[in-house]
């Protein structure tokens, strides 16, 4: 009975301890791995809204780093934004995007709303849209 608990417990070890496939070894190889991203630009000016316009940009960037790039999560600092990305993992030297989708509505006078961008960098990235709504349904007297 110990002998059969002894070789059941060396076959358990021998398994866990085989080599890994080389599918695993690449797979595995560039996680927790630091690249870099740069966006081709990190701003954008919606310029002059009507309150209730939605409109959409695309921010591109490309892996400007040794390995994967992941990206994490896109937040925002307000409701009225959406973001996604289109690729959640960009090989090195590939371009991605985060697309943006901003709804002026309810919102008047000059925006300014940011996006974080988080993925395996040392600092998120931030990014801004801008736009000056008009909305004529409010009356500010001064």
């Known amino acids: 009975m110990k002998i059969s608990i002894l070789v059941i417990f060396m076959l358990i070890i021998i398994a866990c301890n085989s080599p890994k496939s080389k599918s695993q070894v690449q797979k595995n190889d560039s996680l927790g791995k630091i690249s870099e991203f740069s966006f081709e630009s990190e701003m954008h000016n919606f310029g002059k809204l009507k309150s209730g316009e939605i409109v959409i940009y695309s921010f591109v960037?490309?892996?400007?780093?040794?390995?994967n790039l992941y990206?994490?999560?896109?937040?925002?600092?307000?409701g009225c934004i959406t973001a996604n990305f289109i690729k959640k993992t960009v090989k090195p030297g590939e371009k991605g995007l985060i697309?943006?989708?901003?709804?002026?509505?309810?919102?008047?006078?000059?925006?300014?709303?940011?996006?974080?961008?988080?993925a395996n960098v040392p600092e998120p990235k931030?990014?801004?849209i801008f736009a000056q709504v008009k909305n004529e349904q409010?009356?500010?007297k001064y």
Request: glycine fraction near 8%; proline fraction near 0%; aromatic fraction near 10%.
């Open 99 to 118: 697309e943006v989708e901003f709804d002026s509505s309810g919102l008047f006078g000059n925006q300014l709303k940011t996006i974080i961008v988080e």
């Open 61 to 67: 960037f490309v892996n400007t780093g040794k390995y």
């Open 126 to 128: 931030h990014l801004a």
């Open 71 to 78: 990206i994490k999560n896109v937040r925002t600092d307000c």
């Open 138 to 140: 409010l009356k500010i």
